[in-house]
């Protein structure tokens, strides 16, 4: 059982907008600005797409933005695209003097 | 380039040890700490150690802890992950990634992965 639930799947239709959440606690999710999410393909390490609960790296689309509110980081997708099928990870550490990363079980996004 | 090379894995019997190794080029492999991530199939990540930048500070998950170990080798630039009493519920694709916190801002790497098979 992961420490961040993330709802097992969620799909949308092409130009359509998703949001997947990501829960935790109030000492990993909610005790600091340290969320990340990550995009992974079949085959493929994870990527990261989202770090510090709302900023993206350099080269990821402005489709992919996140957000907090409490013990709970989410992550939203707008103008669905057939490339953004695949699964989505969220991560954290499990507080702000910890070492050890926690992941959410993963969310598998299905563009319709 | 930030590059990270697993190798190592294979088919094992259960019971048996196997030690993966991560290389790393491209960054001041001194300064970061190394982490150890797995994917069993079909499932999703689970971390699975960590050790500081000069080894002083190793943390395991839960489902390794005491089994596992990971260690590194500053002058090969190497991290390794020694595993010992393999079963089958440590079959996996094990990455190697480099810890993000001091790297600059989005800044995150993860090796292609190498796959553990525990099977008689």
């Known amino acids: 059982q992961s420490a961040l639930t993330q709802p097992a799947s969620v799909s949308g239709s092409p130009g359509q907008s998703i949001t997947i959440s990501c829960t935790g606690s109030?000492?990993?999710?909610?005790?600091?600005?340290?969320v990340s999410w990550y995009q992974q393909h079949p085959g493929k390490a994870p990527k990261l797409i989202i770090y510090?609960?709302?900023n993206r790296p350099s080269g990821v689309s402005n489709r992919f933005s996140g957000s907090k509110s409490g013990n709970t980081a989410s992550l939203t997708i707008s103008g669905l695209q057939a490339e953004d099928d695949g699964d989505y990870y969220c991560?954290?550490?499990?507080?702000?003097?910890?070492?050890?990363?926690?992941f959410g079980g993963g969310t598998k996004l299905t563009v319709l | 380039q930030v590059q990270l090379v697993e190798s190592g894995g294979g088919v094992v019997q259960p019971g048996r040890s196997l030690r993966l190794s991560c290389a790393a080029s491209?960054?001041?492999?001194?300064?970061?700490?190394m982490h150890w991530v797995r994917q069993a199939p079909g499932k999703g990540l689970e971390w699975v150690s960590f050790?500081?930048?000069?080894?002083?500070?190793?943390y395991y998950g839960d489902s390794v802890k005491g089994r596992f170990s990971i260690s590194r080798d500053n002058s090969k630039n190497t991290v390794y992950l020694q595993m010992n009493s393999l079963g089958a519920e440590d079959t996996a694709v094990y990455y190697c990634?480099?810890?993000?916190?001091?790297?600059?801002?989005?800044?995150?790497?993860w090796g292609q992965g190498t796959l553990v098979t525990v099977s008689s």
């Open positions: 991560s954290s550490y499990m507080s702000y003097t910890s070492d050890i990363l926690e």
């Open positions: 491209g960054f001041d492999f001194i300064s970061y700490g």
């Open positions: 050790i500081s930048y000069d080894g002083s500070k190793k």
């Open positions: 990634s480099r810890d993000s916190r001091i790297a600059p801002p989005g800044e995150d790497y």
């Open positions: 510090d609960v709302s």
């Open positions: 109030s000492s990993d999710v909610g005790g600091y600005n340290s």
